[in-house]
């Protein structure tokens, strides 16, 4: 009987312009962390790391509970463990930050108990948990934290998607310090959208998987760009236009709102030199009075187990 | 100077699905054939095969013409060409008749006068004879007719597009005794979609563009269903569900309406035998009360000049 395990689960960035719902990358960090021990009912032992303030130590409302609950349920065993929780992705930036959470959950659980459950079982129970608590069933966000690399989500019921390999680059993504709930961004969407606006989004798409597919980056960024939910969600966040337009004169080669945002990331040539981005981007939320925390990463591997000890 | 070129443009399938003005797959067979010599002005000295009767004679209003024309205006040169128009492509059968004409006679003037246009300036003139005709601007049959293979449009203004060349397989192409203007398939088109409805074809078109580089038939075909504009043209034509179940009952991978239809077409295992597709597809527009012609082929080249004459 295993005694402890840790998983390690990282950040995803949803949509990536026109794939509302459908496209989400992986990031190299940040990650979230579970320690998970056996247990004879869903208890967190413990909350740590950046935002852990925000999250709720109920057992029934926390997405490593929830995940790791679903997760025992589809295998048919009626027992808990015990979760201390290091969160390094801070929720409600539009990072994938629960949906993080809910995979290392579900992973964990099905790894104390050895119930084999498959990818898509996992991906499942961690986007019951994100149903539960961003209020919608979308699966880019868990998808992509549970495989790693860039996902498509092909279809909801039954849940079919592809993963692929993106090529290099580098990611600068810019927080500003401002909360976007997720369950608030879905809110104001619009229920219907002119079928031209639809067909761009579906051509953008198209593309981005092409390019990705190619390795043209170039291709990718210029494909970046959405004309349904973006502009909507972008008219809360301060001076978002600003941003984006700074990024890509600093050299970014395409701009987007993370998820429901607020942060927004640029993708980069793997080769250049990332501190103009940087600057720029955090420059441009300062002009619109917000404060911004800036980092750089990479697309990144899946969830992964850490360590397990018998 | 060349006394004379002949040109050769084939048929395409638009849409493919969930790809409305983005997708399209030029086809081996059938093909439109354009043999132009020197001329001061656009003329059109004769028009030959299935549904010529349908085709204006007159060089404005004529697809050959109209894209000859423009090509010429876009070289600066004051000239036309005289025009021998062979039709293999019947039209308004939704298999892109009308812009495998067009880009037949821009590449044509092209040759003739040694003009010099790029790929995407061919298209450019051929998509501008499609807007006269088909009474609107998109790009998908022509830029297929042009540069064979699978493309994506990613951009309308600018023009943006990107070929792909699709895995082997066998394409079953019904096409039933009605005529489907291309004018009159958009006229009852919805000027907007619930939101819903267009993320799930974002889905399935990013899916199929993935599958495609993949070569995963199986999985083009499952994601080859329009939630937006196929029902609606789909009611116009006498027991369309039917054909698509008794394609896939009989072993078709995929089934979708080509282009504005009436033409309906089924994916195949380029090793599977087609006769069992072509006998159900042709069954169930009988049961339809239709006639229909039905027809084997596979993905193809784009126009090419099959001789010049010094």
């Known amino acids: 009987m295993i005694s402890s395990v840790t998983v390690t689960a990282p950040a995803s960035i949803a949509n990536l312009g026109p794939g509302f719902d459908v496209f989400a990358l992986a990031l190299h960090q940040p990650v979230d962390t579970v320690k998970a021990s056996p247990a004879g009912e869903l208890v967190i032992s413990g909350i740590e790391g950046p935002g ?43 990072l994938g930050s629960s949906g993080a959470s809910a995979v290392a959950g579900a992973m964990a659980a099905n790894e104390l108990y050895g119930g084999g459950l498959s990818e898509t079982q996992l991906i499942e129970a961690a986007a019951f948990s994100e149903e539960r608590i961003a209020g919608s069933l979308h699966y880019d966000n868990v998808t992509a934290s549970t495989t790693g690399g860039f996902v498509i989500i092909g279809s909801f019921q039954p849940l079919r998607y592809t993963k692929l390999d993106p090529p290099p680059m580098k990611l600068v993504v810019a927080s500003p310090e401002m909360g976007a709930p997720t369950k608030k961004g879905r809110e104001i969407l619009p229920k219907s959208v002119p079928l031209q606006k639809a067909v761009i989004n579906i ?108």
């Open 52 to 94: 852990s303030e925000k999250i709720s130590k109920d057992p029934s409302k926390n997405a490593v509970t929830l995940a790791a609950g679903r997760a025992l349920e589809m295998m048919g065993k009626d027992l808990g463990l015990r979760a201390e929780i290091k969160k390094g992705i801070e929720p409600e930036r539009g």
């Open 203 to 310: 051509a953008r798409a198209s593309s981005i998987v092409a390019a990705l597919k190619d390795g043209d980056l170039d291709m990718v960024g210029e494909h970046m760009i959405d004309s349904i939910v973006e502009p909507v969600r972008a008219s809360k966040i301060p001076n978002f236009e600003g941003v984006k337009e700074a990024a890509l004169k600093a050299g970014a080669l395409g701009v987007a709102m993370s998820g429901a945002g607020p942060s927004v990331f640029a993708i980069l040539d793997p080769e250049s030199e990332a501190e103009g981005v940087k600057r720029a981007m955090k420059d441009a939320f300062e002009r619109g009075g917000l404060g911004s925390e800036v980092f750089v990463t990479k697309p990144g591997l899946g969830a992964t187990i850490k360590s397990a000890e018998g």
